[in-house]
């Protein structure tokens, strides 16, 4: 069984080389909407796969920490990105050009961690990440799987590599959260969240 929640942000970026010059040369922004689907095929003690209100914790925090944010590529232009963390206290940076396509990698990726580091106590069994939706405008979208979230050849994501500003941490529930997560070990004493 699959079940979805659908998340939102408003964020602004720039797509460089990109064959569209508005996206590729200019800071625009756009109404994301995210679509998180998990599916098992169990159900737990309440006789739902996944409760919806688990995710409103940790996979709403670090989605929502794209909200009203700019989102950086490591590979642009130094200059530009020091301006934009001069004069922006709610950014992101990753290792990857910002496209709906690699928005969807990096949260998949995101979000996977999160369920490897998340305590299951009602029963839950086998709950796998289906995939993430990105849909960045009313009409376009991107959705990414498993193979495509490690996929190198679509450019290598670290998630060691991606930042988030002081800001943004010092907003979620545990502004700690984000090096939780990254610490986690699966052979030594995972962290669970």
Known sequence: MIIRKLFKFENAHIVRGCSTQRCSENIHGHSYKVEVLLESN???????V???????RSIKTMIDAFDH??????GDD???T?????????WIELPVSPSAEQFARVIYLIVERILVCTQMR??????QLHSVIVHETETGYAQAFGEDAHSERMGKIT???ICFSKQVCDEWYDPKLWGKLLAHDTLVNPKKI
């Open 42 to 48: 169990y159900l737990d003690h309440g006789q739902m």
């Open 50 to 56: 996944y409760d919806f209100g688990l995710m409103k």
């Open 69 to 74: 944010a700019i989102t950086l590529w490591n």
């Open 78 to 80: 130094p200059e530009y």
């Open 82 to 90: 020091v301006q934009m963390k001069r004069f922006s206290h709610r």
């Open 122 to 127: 009602n029963g839950e069994r086998d709950v």
């Open 159 to 161: 998630l060691s590599e």
